[in-house]
Nanobody, 118 residues
């Protein structure tokens, strides 16, 4: 089992910044992918950013150039630096962990609320 603990959400004005953190603990896999998803009210959960063991990254088009995902392997922690926030970024942000050991196993964090409003 892998446990994920997110932190860093909150209320911010448009144009502001926030940094989310997600710490993984438990049975960490040597091959894994960590990601941030978000879900706004009435909408489906969507992928925001992905970072792999080799630290390659991918982003949703809507956040490219504004959000940066990074990871600290020593701490089993990923971060999401969110700049130039817009009201449409308002959502619950979820940390996702996928570990590989002959098959993929998936785990989710509890979510952290990000609200962008003046």
């Amino acid at each position: 089992q892998v446990q994920l603990v997110e932190s860093g959400g909150g209320l911010v004005q448009p144009g502001g910044s926030l940094r989310l953190s997600c710490a993984a603990s438990g049975s960490i896999f040597s091959t894994d992918i960590m990601a941030w998803y978000r879900q706004a009210p009435g909408k489906q959960r969507e992928l925001v950013a992905v970072i792999r063991s080799a630290r390659t990254t991918s982003y949703a088009d809507s956040v490219k150039g504004r959000f940066t995902i990074s990871r600290d392997n020593a701490k089993n922690t990923i971060y999401l630096q969110m700049n130039s926030l817009k009201p449409e970024d308002t959502a619950v942000y979820y940390c996702n962990y996928k570990g590989y050991d002959s098959t993929w196993s998936t785990y989710w964090g509890q979510g952290t609320q990000v609200t962008v409003s003046s």
